[in-house]
């Protein structure tokens, strides 16, 4: 037998088991429901590329035609199962599309619009993978003909898997009362993105290689207290800082700030740029997330270290976490610099249906490069956009080194750098 037809034959079996599962599972309660959607969306994710690609020929017209009015007792009578030609397998590839549509309907009908305050009322499972599954519409995509899987699989729902390779997926389901009205009235997402002029780094060395312990800006309390203001009258929904620009106690000032209510902040959300600090005897680069109230409400540690090979290494412990926060108008996941732009690995953001992901960075024209090709294919996959604020760093920088570049990505245009470059400390995207 040769390689293409054994694992045509493997998948043909995975496909029996899901099915059944399926089946045993759906209409008992959200929860089963919720395994069985989950089972039969897992195993066309995980066919074969030639077989999954089948899905882009697909008429979204037939689908929506094949899946009205069906049953969860007649979804399972007699499904196509046979793999031996192209046509055999199109037309099973369809059969589970249908019945991903289907039962996705029926998870819409049994879970009700009760709001989702913990991830276990959203956990699926099925045999060693666990997802979560939030029922809520992709921001900026819409199902049409043409499109992959992973486009236009599910239409009204998006799966999060529990784990991406090494890293664990957790859910901050956060009651964000302003981003509520923000979704009531449709409004557009925009960001505030400060830059820091004269910015430098005093710098630490260990056996480990380099690492910042802290920054000198002129008045930075003062420069992002009222960066924040600028963004609160302006009706942003958040203002994100560069990679390695806010240490511990100009954090702590900040949540000092907002929290006592002396300053002026309507926001949801402040990126707060990332920091090393050290947690039981070990160096992160961390990124806090704080609330419009000046409380964290998300943490993302930094998944890779950073080294060009000629100089220092970072000297850091790296994270393993990807949190996932849902706002009642959008979602989000959190990157620094180059757990993003690393165009060498295989960074994990592509199997995060999230619609934008916020990302503190900071390096040169380069760095900015690997942020333009990484947001143009995940665009591509499954319309997320991106937000890369990243504060100018080079070792000799040239004297005509702008402040640093912003990138807001939300469509595939081609992109250069140099189109990028800010020169100001304040600007509003968009996104």
């Not at 993105?193 to 290689?209: C, E, I, Q, R, S």
């Amino acid at each position: 037998m040769s390689i293409l037809k054994s694992v045509q034959s493997q998948w043909l079996g995975d496909v029996e088991r899901a099915l059944k599962f399926a089946q045993d599972e759906v209409g008992e309660s959200a929860a089963s429901t919720r395994n069985a959607l989950f089972a039969l969306w897992l195993v066309v994710d995980k066919a074969p590329s030639h077989i999954r690609d089948l899905y882009r020929q697909f008429e979204e017209d037939d689908l929506a035609n094949a899946a009205a009015g069906l049953t969860a007792k007649d979804l399972f009578k007699d499904p196509p199962l046979a793999v031996g030609s192209s046509a055999e397998r199109k037309k099973l590839l369809f059969a589970l599309a249908v019945h991903i549509r289907v039962l996705e309907a029926m998870l819409h009908e049994v879970a009700g619009e009760d709001p989702v305050r913990h991830e276990s009322q959203c956990l699926a499972k099925y045999e060693d993978d666990e997802a979560f599954i939030l029922l809520r519409n992709p921001r900026h995509r819409v199902a049409v003909t043409k499109q992959s899987f992973r486009r236009r699989g599910l239409r009204h729902s998006r799966i999060f898997p529990r784990r991406i390779k090494e890293h664990r997926v957790t859910l901050v389901l956060y009651d964000d009362p302003r981003g509520r009205n923000r979704a009531q009235s449709q409004r557009e997402v925009n960001f505030g993105t400060g830059l820091f002029k004269g910015l430098k780094f005093d710098l630490g060395h260990d056996d480990g290689g380099f690492f910042v312990r802290g920054v000198e800006v002129r008045d930075q309390i003062l420069t992002i207290r009222d960066h924040i203001a600028a963004a609160s009258r302006s009706q942003c929904h958040g203002v994100i800082y560069p990679e390695l620009t806010i240490a511990s106690e100009t954090l702590q000032e900040i949540c000092r700030g907002i929290g006592e209510g002396d300053w002026l902040c309507n926001v949801s959300l402040v990126v707060a740029g990332s920091r090393h600090e050290e947690i039981n005897s070990q160096r992160f680069n961390i990124c806090s997330v704080l609330s419009g109230y000046g409380e964290e409400v998300a943490q993302h540690r930094k998944l890779f270290q950073f080294t060009d090979g000629s100089s220092e290494p970072e000297s850091i412990e790296l994270g393993d976490e990807l949190q996932v926060l849902v706002l009642p108008d959008a979602i989000f996941a959190f990157g620094i610099c180059l757990d993003f732009c690393n165009t060498s690995e295989d960074p994990p953001y592509a199997d995060l249906d999230v619609d934008y992901v916020l990302v503190p960075s900071c390096g040169n024209e380069r760095t900015m490069l690997g942020h333009i090709q990484r947001s143009a294919e995940y665009m591509e996959k499954q319309k997320t956009r991106t937000l890369v604020v990243q504060q100018f760093y080079a070792e000799a920088p040239p004297p005509d080194a702008p402040l640093g570049y912003v990138l807001a990505r939300c469509d595939g245009q081609a992109l250069l750098a140099t189109e990028l470059e800010r020169r100001e400390s304040w600007g509003i995207y968009i996104i």
